[in-house]
């Protein structure tokens, strides 16, 4: 089946601890972005990236970091300098980011606890 | 910049009652707007989506209208279901280029409580 695949769905970090969330989609989409939700906040944009080995920061950067060697691959990366870490973590996908219409499909999430 | 603004919630409804979530968009261009689904402890998932003024999106039973003068996408059910019962948020996209970068804007989200 296509779609995007985030593991793990549940991470324990301690402090001090970097830790890497994992995002493979195989809907051959040129962009994938990461979300992360707070309750009562909506979603926030991380990061973002059109192409392969491009990247940008999105409204909430600080304190994380990602990569993109691969095309259907997207990790990230939660720092020890991301003070407020504990959260819902959601990847996304679309086909590209030029065209408003298109759909930006999501991942099942990954939740990240600070113990 | 852009900016999505929802109805307070949490909405309580009965099984069979009607369902209107309003949102409300400021954006430049010509935005796309959505309306994503949230089941508890799952990621989003597309309801509908309309790409121009007049346009409207539909599927399950949800509707909502692309109201350009009223900058308006008001998610509406005639007939709810307990399954329905989730969080909803309403989003737009704007093309890329300026400071929006094709990226989604997302409203705080509604939630949904349908009692039978």
């Known amino acids: 089946d296509g779609g995007i695949t985030q593991s793990p769905k549940y991470l324990f970090r301690k402090e001090g601890q970097n830790v890497t969330l994992s995002c493979e989609q195989n809907l051959n989409h040129d962009a994938m972005y990461w979300y992360r939700q707070d309750p009562g906040q909506g979603l926030r944009l991380i990061y973002y990236s059109q192409i392969v080995n491009d990247f940008q920061k999105g409204d909430i950067a600080e304190g994380y970091s990602v990569s993109r060697e691969k095309k259907e691959s997207f990790p990230l990366t939660v720092t020890s300098a991301q003070k407020n870490p504990t959260a819902f973590y959601l990847c996304?996908?679309?086909?590209?980011?030029?065209?408003?219409?298109?759909?930006?499909?999501f991942g099942e999430g990954s939740w990240l606890t600070v113990v | 910049g852009n900016s999505v603004t929802q109805m307070e919630g949490p909405v309580t409804l009965s099984e069979e009652a009607f369902l209107t979530i309003n949102c409300t968009y400021t954006a430049t261009g010509y935005p796309s707007l959505f309306w994503y689904v949230q089941y508890p402890g799952e990621g989003l998932q597309l309801l509908l989506k309309a790409t121009k003024a007049d346009d409207k999106g539909s599927n399950k039973g949800f509707e909502a209208t692309y109201r350009k003068e009223t900058t308006s996408f008001h998610l509406e059910k005639g007939s709810v279901q307990v399954s329905d019962s989730a969080v909803y948020f309403c989003a737009l996209r704007s093309g890329a280029g300026g400071t929006s970068y094709g990226k989604l804007t997302f409203g705080q989200g509604t939630i949904l409580t349908v009692h039978p």
């Open positions: 996304a996908s679309s086909i590209d980011r030029q065209e408003p219409g298109n759909t930006i499909y």
